[in-house]
């Protein structure tokens, strides 16, 4: 694409033709997958100075930069590492930037295996970890202190939808010389930039939307030109990079994400609608309805939502909320989300230490997939028909 067209091209556009350059391999439109480790130097001299584009696998092959080339392009990053798991992609950054002694303050409606990982591996090496609510806002500064390094953040929350106001925190954060983090895996960098909002790492778990198909792990780490070394350091010094196939299913993902993410918003925002005030239904859980605590927070930042909502079932316990997973046919019960196909599960929000959990009944995680959202519509009325029957 000329620099010009590029400057103006919507983000669909920009990103079917990010990251790979069809001329520079032979006119093939896609790039090659290099499965490799050794890269020979034409003399001893090049070998000294290291100076030609690829020295080593590790370090780098075409078909990991086009997949970077193509989340910079879509983060807006100066550079992105892969790593082989979103939560890869969540601990790399965090072992980077952080010692012993620092202190780290972290959403509390943070993905559960980010917990996990703060408060063993992280509290092992002697750093103290704090959590604070989504709700409490701007009032992070009161808990800054001298060797406060870090800020993570997730919005909206895990499963129960938080949000709170990216660059206000991620202000206060840098005012205190804290490098912010943001878990932008539900967004996709289609519907929040979190470096536009003074962010200056953002991951994603590119196993969900980016992938798309429930046939690959991988992550991403998308950061700011000065939080760049700092990460891609740390990521070297631990020798941990993506395997050829995966990056190339993502980077292939990547290319129908825009289209894919139109029918999970639509379809999700329908189901939505239609769970809102029905019977059995105490409250519906997703940051675009009006009746969402948080829903000003994200109509301001956003620019969309995905497919991925909760419910919470009016009155009842796990009998309940089994009754409701089991009758379903076309949702499937099991982990992850961001795949074609519909989802369902009854999280577990028992480690959240601030976070008020939904007191009515039971919560539902929904992924919506790529079905018809009619059929989708009649599998969740025998769910709740299930649910009403268990009682
Ligand atoms: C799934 C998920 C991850 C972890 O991704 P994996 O590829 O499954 O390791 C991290 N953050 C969020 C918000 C997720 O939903």
Known sequence: MSTENKETAGRATRLLHAGHEPKVFHGFVNPPIVHASTVLFPNAAAMRERGQAYTYALRGTPTLDALEGALNELEGSAGTVLLPSGLAAVSVPLLAFLSSGDHLLVVDSVYGPTRIFCDGMLRRMGVEVEYFAASLGTGIAARMR??????????????????????????????????????????TPLFFRPLEHEVDLSIHAL???????????????????EAFPRLRAAQMQMGINAAPDDAYLVFRGLKTMPVRLAH???????????????????RVLHPALPSFEGHELWRRQFSGSSGLFSLVLDGGGRAQAEAF???????????????FESLALQPSLSDRTLTPVPAEGPVIRLQVG??????????????????ANAR
Do not use: C
């Open 207 to 225: 196993t969900k939307y980016p992938g798309g198909h429930s046939d690959v792990m991988l992550g991403s780490v998308s950061a700011t030109r």
């Open 264 to 282: 999970h918003q639509a379809a999700a925002l329908d189901l939505a609608h239609w769970l809102e005030g029905r019977e059995g239904v105490a």
């Open 146 to 187: 001298p060797n406060t390094r870090a800020v993570f953040l997730e919005a909206p929350g895990s499963n129960t939808f938080e949000m709170l106001d990216v660059k206000a925190v991620a202000e206060i954060a840098h005012g205190a010389n804290a490098v912010v983090m943001m878990d932008n895996t539900w967004a």
């Open 325 to 339: 997973l089991d009758a379903l046919e076309l949702f499937g019960l099991g982990y992850s989300w961001g795949g």
């Open 370 to 387: 790529l079905e018809d959202p009619e059929d989708l519509r009649r599998d969740l009325a025998r769910a709740l028909e299930a649910a």
